[in-house]
Structures are given as structure tokens and as C-alpha cells.
């Protein structure tokens, strides 16, 4: 299909669309029967969501529009315009409640599919400036719909300032003064809420909030950043929705969307940092909620503030502001995490899907916040969740994501060094390993990967006699992660991690052919067979892009190409060389290539090759050339840092090599030589002058080899002299 025919479709599908959503329109605005309309607008709502990913080519900049012709972008961009005024006209006009609620979910969907960083500024504060009075309706589902539209809003990929600030954040959450107006509304909206569709202003709930907010900040010396006059009218909303109040009784689907709503402000953290002493005493009391379903989605308030209190403390750490942050976030978990052992501890009261999500809210508290906690409360956190791991008759979904918890804590560098802390959770880790949930072996694998982490880090940093966990418990260890990777794809993900980071672990007592308490040897065979089956026969990209990581960790380990004490210790390169020198050359995936070539850069000696030197040498020559014919173009992005890491392993190769094998490198390299000459020029003028250091080092450390060899032959001297003027970059 060429390109002129393509546009053509693509013209048609947005007339059908344009045309389409006209046509709904007018029957939903139109027509005298109240189902007829809303039926109009469900089936316009499902056409809006299947054009998503259509819909996000849209624009409208009159600065990139040529005066020439309008570019498609930009008829599509009026297109959403049209379809926003009609139903920005049905809100201030319609009068039927189950319509309005029908028109608010329809344009809940249209917001999800609207690119607002691509439209003028004054669009979005237009459409807040309709959906912003039925917040404040007295039906609970136009409440609910309306939330719903500025969720959606919020959580735009790319929330501009204009959203910001179209939601009562000022200069896009900066901290210039805003004084709310009299009304919370503005006074753009008086006329609307005089209505008696609409409650009244809420200052008298917006006072009695601040003083309670007051007496707590007292209670606990906790200070306000920003006074009461600067909050935004909607978090003013929130807070009032899910303030309990004797007098007040707000429906529980307007808690939850509320609970929703601040959920999405959390992820853009900055719209939430000024508040949350205020957010936290809502949350609390929404856990002591008697509905599972708020208490479930303030769970999850919960976590995501936690996450991105954990993320933000990393960003600022050189910031002005570092230690006020850091004494807010503490008071923030102070009052958190006793009610969120409260709830975890409810074993027969508390639903396990909120129990679970506490449990990831204590896993994000973060390194800092986690060293910045008190001796006490560290030792409680850990004490907690050791309890709850290792409660066998606890559902095992809590106990795997406790125990994932834990391992979260084993990479913190406080708790990395403590072994027994690192064996015992290991331990609660492989007694879930082996269960018939699918999840909850997902969730252990990934913990058990963190231990593997965390001792291999312990491993490098000791480098010489470092202390070592139990032969019994690593044996165990890689016996479970042998025997998940035939598990599913979600499993062996983490399970070849594991492997290869313990496999790495071996020592040559291990190893000895006399060690006859456990059959190491035999284990390590199967393993090497498992990894090798997964870069073979699993269909799954990660999966394999996992294991050729994992391959190149063991690599690392020189004990298991075998010496003296642990021989015949090389069958296993025959199926596993073979392995990787097919991925190099014909995986689809770049990724996958890029991480089976850097596994060859660890093997650090050219007797590690054995006889399969030259394969590789000559595989590696096939990927470069290969490398320029892109099959699918989503590899395009990956395509560099193939080629870079393939340059790497010829240079790595160039550098080991004897100076028997120079002219068969020689040989290899003649057919391929324009290929690899240009790659090479690229990769280097591509590459930051550090990282570029082995590839211009190459050629001159062959070249003073070869000067200083005495032992050399003609044929190997011309061979290395061609090898250097092919890699020297003039």
C-alpha cells in the first residue's frame, strides 16, 4: 500500500469518526427519549475509546500550521474541538441526570484519548471551567462522573501547567500566594451554583477541616508549608469529601473516586507535597472506613504516596529543601505505618487485596526514609513483616508480598551486610516458592532475586574471603530456581536472574569431584541446561534478554571452566556456545542480541573459549553486518547499542587473542572488512570519549604486541599489522 493511498484511509477514518461522533452528538442532545440519547452517547464512548491511539496524532498550533494547506494532525485537532464544544454545551444545558452522567463518562474517555500538551492553553482551563460546578451537584453519580473526567485529566502522561493550574494550582504547583476567591468556585461560576441543582459553598467545612488539621499539627509538631488560603479548589473538594463528619453523610462511591482522584495527584507529586499532612489524616481515617472498597482504594492512595515519596526523596537529595522534605515524609510515616500494621495484622477482619497493597506501601518507604526511620521503628517494620511471612496459616498472597517487602529491605545498605537478616528471609522465601498460586510465585522469585542480588553485591565488595551464607540454604536456592525455569514466562524472568547471580557464587570446594553431600556438580549441569533451554525455546523476549544477563553474570565465575581440583567441568560450553552464537547472529530482538554479546566480554581469558574461539569471533563479524538489515523497525532504537557492545566483544576478542589465532582473525575479518570498518568509525565518533577508550586502544595495544613479541611468524605479524590499520581511526 503506498503512502498517498495510506493517507487516504486515514482521511476517510477521521471523516467516519468526525462525522460519526456528530451524529451521536445531535441524537444524544436532540432526541425526546431519555434512553435513545443515552444510548447514543454509550455507543459514542465506545467509537471514542477504539480511536485512542488514533485520536493522540491531534494538534492545534496555528504557529506549526503552514498557510499553504492544513496538515491531517490539525483537522483531526478541530475534530476533537468540535466533539469537546458539544459536550461542554450538554453540560451547562442538559437537564436529564442519567443523560449528564452518560455525557460526563463519555467525556471521561475523550480526555483519555486528548493530547492537551499539543492544544492552546486556554482548552483545558475552558473544559475544568464546565466539569469544575458538577463536583459540587447534589446527585452523587453527576459528583462521581465529574471526578472521574478530571482523574482521567490528572492522569495525562504529560500534565502540562496548564492542568495545574486549571485545577487551583498555582503557576503549575509553584509557590506564588493564591488567595481562593469568596466562592470556591470563582466568580465566573456564582450565577451556577445559585442553582438549587448545586450544593452550597463549602468554606464552613473547608474551616472546620483546617482547624482539626490544626489541632493534629500540634498534637504532632508538624508544621504547614503552605497556608490554608493556597489550596487548590479541588484538593479543598477532596478533603471534604472524605472528611467524616457527623452532619455530613458523603455517598461511598464519591469517597472512592475521591480516594481515585488523589491517587492520580500523586503520581505528578508536586501537586500533592504542600499537602499531605492534610492528605494523611483523610487517608487514616478512610482505613478505619466500615466499606472494604474505601478502605482498599485508600490502601492504594496509600502506596502510590509512598512510592512517590521514596522517588522524590532521590531527586531532591542535593535540593535546598532536602531536610524539610525529609522531617515531612518522617511525620508522614509516623502516622502511617501504625495503622497499616493495624490493618495488615486483621488477618480474619481485613480483606487480603488490601492487606497485600499495605504490604507494597511498607516495601516503597525507601532507602532514605528507611534509614532516617528510628532503630525502633526499623526493627518493628522488620519484626512485622517477618511475623506475617512466616505465618503459615496466613493467606499465602499476604505472606509473598510481605516476604517481597523484606526483600526489598535486604538491598538497603544497612541490612545488605547483616547475613543472618539475608538467610532468614531467604528461608520464608523458599517456603513459598513451590506454591500452587501463580502470583504469589512471581512475587517470591522476584524477593528471592533481591537476595541474590544483595549477596553478590556483599561478594564484590569484600573481594577477598567474604563472608558466605550456608552451603545448605544456596543448594536449596539454586535447586528452586533450577526447577522454575520451566515454570511460566513471569516466573523464569526472575528465576534465571536468581540462577545466575548464585551460580556465580561457586567455589571450587563446591566443585571438587569428591564432594559427595550434595551432588553440586550434577546441579550446576542442570542448570547450565536450563539457562540454555530458556535462550532456545522460550518465546518470550524477556525471558531470554534475562538470560543471557544471567549467563554473563556466571561468567564472572572462572571456577566453572575447570582447573586441576574440578575437572571436566566443559561439556557444558558445547550447548550453551551454540546457544548464544545463534542468538547474536538471529534473534529478532536487539535487546536480546545486545545481552547474549556482553555475556561474551565477561569471559576474561582465551583458554575459556576453548575451541570455540573462532565461532565466536566469526559470529560476532555476522552480527555486525547483520545489525544493518532492520526486519522490524521498533528495533531501530536498540540498534546503536548492539553495535556498540559488538564492537566491544571484537575489541575484547582482539585483546585475548594468542598470536597463533591472529591470522585466522585476519582471515575472518578480510570478507567483512567494509562493514566493520565503518561500524567501528561510527560506534567510536558515537561514543563518549571514556567509554570509547577500549575501541581506540585496540589497534595500539596489537601493534605494540606485535613489536615486542619475539616468538612471532610473518603470516601473524602481517595479520596483526592488517588488523590495526582496519581499526585505526585517523
Request: hydrophobic share 40%.
Given at each position: 500500500?503506498?503512502?498517498?493511498?495510506?493517507?487516504?484511509?486515514?482521511e476517510?477514518?477521521?471523516?467516519?469518526?468526525?462525522?460519526?461522533a456528530?451524529n451521536?452528538?445531535?441524537i444524544g442532545?436532540?432526541?425526546?427519549?431519555?434512553?435513545?440519547r443515552?444510548?447514543?452517547?454509550?455507543?459514542?464512548?465506545?467509537?471514542?475509546?477504539?480511536?485512542?491511539?488514533f485520536?493522540?496524532?491531534?494538534?492545534?498550533n496555528?504557529?506549526r500550521?503552514?498557510?499553504?494547506?492544513i496538515?491531517?494532525?490539525?483537522?483531526?485537532?478541530?475534530t476533537?474541538?468540535?466533539?469537546?464544544?458539544?459536550?461542554?454545551?450538554?453540560?451547562?444545558?442538559?437537564?436529564?441526570?442519567?443523560?449528564?452522567?452518560?455525557?460526563?463518562?463519555c467525556l471521561?474517555?475523550?480526555?483519555?484519548?486528548?493530547?492537551f500538551?499539543?492544544?492552546?492553553?486556554?482548552?483545558?482551563q475552558?473544559?475544568?471551567?464546565?466539569?469544575?460546578?458538577?463536583i459540587?451537584?447534589r446527585?452523587?453519580?453527576i459528583?462521581?462522573?465529574?471526578?472521574?473526567?478530571l482523574?482521567?485529566?490528572i492522569?495525562?502522561?504529560?500534565?502540562c501547567?496548564?492542568i495545574?493550574?486549571?485545577l487551583g494550582?498555582p503557576?503549575?504547583?509553584s509557590?506564588?500566594?493564591?488567595?481562593?476567591?469568596?466562592?470556591?468556585?470563582?466568580e465566573?461560576?456564582?450565577?451556577?451554583?445559585?442553582?438549587?441543582e448545586?450544593v452550597e459553598?463549602?468554606?464552613?467545612?473547608?474551616?472546620?477541616?483546617?482547624?482539626?488539621?490544626?489541632?493534629?499539627?500540634?498534637?504532632?509538631?508538624?508544621?504547614?508549608?503552605?497556608?490554608?488560603s493556597?489550596?487548590?479548589?479541588?484538593?479543598?473538594?477532596?478533603?471534604?469529601?472524605l472528611?467524616?463528619?457527623?452532619?455530613?453523610?458523603?455517598?461511598?462511591s464519591?469517597?472512592i473516586e475521591?480516594?481515585q482522584?488523589?491517587?492520580?495527584?500523586?503520581?505528578?507529586?508536586?501537586?500533592?507535597?504542600?499537602?499531605?499532612?492534610?492528605?494523611?489524616v483523610v487517608l487514616?481515617?478512610?482505613?478505619?472506613?466500615?466499606?472494604p472498597d474505601?478502605?482498599?482504594?485508600a490502601?492504594?492512595?496509600i502506596?502510590?504516596?509512598?512510592?512517590?515519596i521514596s522517588?522524590?526523596?532521590?531527586e531532591?537529595?542535593?535540593?535546598?529543601?532536602f531536610?524539610?522534605?525529609?522531617?515531612n515524609?518522617?511525620?508522614?510515616?509516623?502516622n502511617?505505618?501504625?495503622?497499616?500494621?493495624?490493618?495488615i495484622?486483621?488477618?480474619?477482619e481485613?480483606?487480603?487485596?488490601?492487606?497485600?497493597v499495605?504490604c507494597?506501601?511498607?516495601?516503597?518507604?525507601?532507602v532514605?526514609?528507611?534509614?532516617?526511620c528510628?532503630?525502633?521503628?526499623?526493627?518493628a517494620l522488620?519484626s512485622f513483616?517477618?511475623g506475617?511471612?512466616?505465618?503459615?496459616?496466613d493467606e499465602?498472597i499476604?505472606?509473598a508480598?510481605?516476604?517481597r517487602a523484606l526483600a526489598?529491605?535486604?538491598?538497603?545498605?544497612s541490612?545488605?551486610?547483616?547475613?543472618?537478616?539475608?538467610?532468614?528471609t531467604?528461608?520464608?522465601?523458599?517456603?513459598?516458592?513451590?506454591?500452587s498460586?501463580?502470583l504469589?510465585r512471581v512475587?517470591?522469585?522476584?524477593?528471592?532475586?533481591?537476595i541474590?542480588?544483595?549477596l553478590?553485591?556483599?561478594f564484590?565488595e569484600a573481594?577477598?574471603?567474604?563472608?558466605?551464607?550456608s552451603?545448605?540454604l544456596?543448594?536449596?536456592?539454586?535447586?528452586?530456581s533450577?526447577?522454575?525455569?520451566?515454570?511460566n514466562?513471569?516466573?523464569?524472568?526472575?528465576a534465571?536472574?536468581?540462577?545466575?547471580?548464585?551460580?556465580?557464587?561457586?567455589?571450587?570446594?563446591?566443585l571438587k569431584m569428591?564432594?559427595v553431600?550434595?551432588d553440586w556438580?550434577?546441579?550446576f549441569?542442570?542448570?547450565?541446561?536450563?539457562?540454555?533451554d530458556?535462550i532456545?525455546?522460550s518465546?518470550?523476549?524477556?525471558?531470554?534478554?534475562?538470560t543471557?544477563?544471567?549467563?554473563?553474570?556466571?561468567?564472572?565465575?572462572?571456577?566453572?571452566?575447570g582447573?586441576?581440583?574440578t575437572?571436566?567441568l566443559?561439556?557444558?560450553?558445547?550447548?550453551?556456545?551454540?546457544?548464544?552464537?545463534?542468538?547474536?547472529?538471529?534473534?529478532?530482538n536487539?535487546k536480546?542480541?545486545?545481552?547474549?554479546t556482553?555475556a561474551?566480554?565477561?569471559?576474561?581469558?582465551r583458554?575459556?573459549?576453548g575451541?570455540y574461539?573462532e565461532?565466536?569471533?566469526?559470529?560476532i563479524?555476522?552480527?555486525i553486518?547483520?545489525?544493518?538489515?532492520?526486519e522490524?523497525f521498533?528495533?531501530?532504537?536498540?540498534r546503536?547499542?548492539?553495535?556498540?557492545?559488538?564492537?566491544?566483544a571484537?575489541a575484547?576478542?582482539?585483546?585475548?587473542?594468542y598470536?597463533e589465532?591472529?591470522?585466522?582473525?585476519?582471515?575472518?575479518?578480510?570478507?567483512?572488512?567494509?562493514?566493520?570498518?565503518?561500524t567501528w568509525?561510527?560506534v567510536?565518533?558515537?561514543?563518549?570519549?571514556e567509554?570509547?577508550?577500549?575501541l581506540?586502544?585496540?589497534?595500539?595495544?596489537?601493534?605494540?604486541?606485535s613489536?615486542?613479541?619475539?616468538?612471532?611468524?610473518?603470516?601473524?605479524k602481517?595479520?596483526?599489522?592488517?588488523?590495526?590499520?582496519?581499526?585505526?581511526?585517523?
Amino acid at each position: 500500500m503506498d503512502i498517498g493511498m495510506s493517507y487516504f484511509l486515514v482521511e476517510q477514518k477521521s471523516a467516519i469518526i468526525g462525522e460519526s461522533a456528530d451524529n451521536l452528538l445531535y441524537i444524544g442532545q436532540h432526541d425526546p427519549s431519555m434512553r435513545c440519547r443515552c444510548a447514543a452517547l454509550q455507543v459514542c464512548a465506545q467509537l471514542l475509546y477504539g480511536s485512542k491511539g488514533f485520536l493522540h496524532q491531534a494538534e492545534i498550533n496555528i504557529k506549526r500550521c503552514p498557510s499553504t494547506f492544513i496538515p491531517f494532525s490539525v483537522s483531526l485537532g478541530h475534530t476533537i474541538v468540535a466533539i469537546y464544544r458539544a459536550f461542554t454545551a450538554m453540560l451547562s444545558t442538559e437537564n436529564s441526570l442519567p443523560v449528564l452522567t452518560q455525557a460526563l463518562k463519555c467525556l471521561a474517555v475523550l480526555v483519555q484519548a486528548t493530547p492537551f500538551q499539543k492544544f492552546d492553553k486556554a482548552f483545558v482551563q475552558n473544559l475544568v471551567k464546565h466539569v469544575k460546578p458538577l463536583i459540587y451537584h447534589r446527585d452523587a453519580a453527576i459528583q462521581v462522573s465529574s471526578l472521574m473526567v478530571l482523574e482521567f485529566l490528572i492522569s495525562s502522561t504529560d500534565t502540562c501547567i496548564e492542568i495545574a493550574e486549571a485545577l487551583g494550582f498555582p503557576g503549575g504547583t509553584s509557590k506564588r500566594s493564591m488567595t481562593i476567591p469568596p466562592n470556591p468556585l470563582g466568580e465566573e461560576d456564582l450565577d451556577i451554583i445559585d442553582d438549587e441543582e448545586f450544593v452550597e459553598s463549602d468554606l464552613s467545612d473547608e474551616e472546620k477541616f483546617k482547624d482539626e488539621i490544626v489541632s493534629i499539627k500540634k498534637k504532632d509538631n508538624v508544621s504547614e508549608h503552605l497556608p490554608m488560603s493556597e489550596n487548590s479548589w479541588l484538593i479543598v473538594r477532596l478533603l471534604h469529601n472524605l472528611t467524616y463528619n457527623d452532619n455530613v453523610t458523603v455517598p461511598a462511591s464519591i469517597r472512592i473516586e475521591s480516594l481515585q482522584v488523589l491517587t492520580a495527584m500523586s503520581s505528578h507529586f508536586a501537586m500533592v507535597k504542600a499537602h499531605l499532612p492534610k492528605i494523611s489524616v483523610v487517608l487514616q481515617k478512610s482505613m478505619n472506613d466500615s466499606l472494604p472498597d474505601v478502605r482498599l482504594y485508600a490502601a492504594r492512595c496509600i502506596d502510590s504516596c509512598a512510592f512517590q515519596i521514596s522517588r522524590q526523596v532521590m531527586e531532591s537529595t542535593a535540593s535546598s529543601s532536602f531536610q524539610t522534605d525529609i522531617q515531612n515524609f518522617s511525620t508522614f510515616w509516623m502516622n502511617m505505618v501504625p495503622i497499616v500494621m493495624e490493618h495488615i495484622r486483621r488477618d480474619k477482619e481485613e480483606a487480603s487485596t488490601v492487606r497485600t497493597v499495605l504490604c507494597d506501601a511498607l516495601s516503597n518507604i525507601g532507602v532514605v526514609m528507611f534509614e532516617n526511620c528510628s532503630q525502633s521503628m526499623q526493627l518493628a517494620l522488620l519484626s512485622f513483616l517477618s511475623g506475617v511471612s512466616s505465618d503459615c496459616s496466613d493467606e499465602p498472597i499476604v505472606r509473598a508480598t510481605a516476604v517481597r517487602a523484606l526483600a526489598v529491605y535486604v538491598l538497603y545498605p544497612s541490612l545488605r551486610g547483616d547475613l543472618v537478616f539475608v538467610e532468614n528471609t531467604a528461608d520464608l522465601i523458599l517456603r513459598l516458592v513451590e506454591n500452587s498460586n501463580l502470583l504469589v510465585r512471581v512475587k517470591s522469585f522476584w524477593a528471592l532475586g533481591n537476595i541474590s542480588d544483595a549477596l553478590i553485591a556483599k561478594f564484590v565488595e569484600a573481594k577477598e574471603n567474604p563472608e558466605r551464607i550456608s552451603d545448605d540454604l544456596l543448594y536449596r536456592m539454586i535447586k528452586a530456581s533450577t526447577t522454575a525455569c520451566g515454570d511460566n514466562d513471569k516466573v523464569r524472568c526472575n528465576a534465571v536472574r536468581t540462577l545466575g547471580n548464585l551460580l556465580r557464587l561457586l567455589t571450587e570446594e563446591h566443585l571438587k569431584m569428591e564432594n559427595v553431600q550434595r551432588d553440586w556438580r550434577d546441579l550446576f549441569e542442570k542448570s547450565i541446561c536450563k539457562l540454555t533451554d530458556c535462550i532456545r525455546s522460550s518465546s518470550n523476549a524477556k525471558v531470554k534478554w534475562n538470560t543471557c544477563y544471567a549467563i554473563g553474570n556466571i561468567m564472572h565465575n572462572h571456577i566453572i571452566f575447570g582447573n586441576e581440583a574440578t575437572t571436566d567441568l566443559s561439556s557444558w560450553q558445547q550447548t550453551l556456545y551454540t546457544a548464544l552464537c545463534h542468538v547474536i547472529v538471529n534473534h529478532s530482538n536487539f535487546k536480546v542480541r545486545t545481552n547474549a554479546t556482553a555475556a561474551l566480554v565477561n569471559i576474561s581469558e582465551r583458554s575459556h573459549f576453548g575451541s570455540y574461539f573462532e565461532k565466536f569471533w566469526s559470529c560476532i563479524l555476522e552480527a555486525i553486518e547483520q545489525s544493518h538489515h532492520l526486519e522490524n523497525f521498533h528495533e531501530y532504537n536498540h540498534r546503536d547499542n548492539l553495535q556498540e557492545q559488538l564492537c566491544l566483544a571484537l575489541a575484547h576478542f582482539i585483546l585475548i587473542s594468542y598470536n597463533e589465532d591472529w591470522p585466522m582473525l585476519k582471515r575472518q575479518l578480510s570478507t567483512n572488512i567494509d562493514v566493520v570498518r565503518s561500524t567501528w568509525k561510527r560506534v567510536i565518533l558515537r561514543m563518549i570519549p571514556e567509554k570509547a577508550a577500549p575501541l581506540l586502544s585496540c589497534p595500539v595495544i596489537l601493534a605494540e604486541r606485535s613489536k615486542q613479541s619475539q616468538n612471532i611468524s610473518m603470516e601473524q605479524k602481517f595479520a596483526g599489522d592488517f588488523i590495526c590499520n582496519a581499526l585505526t581511526i585517523e
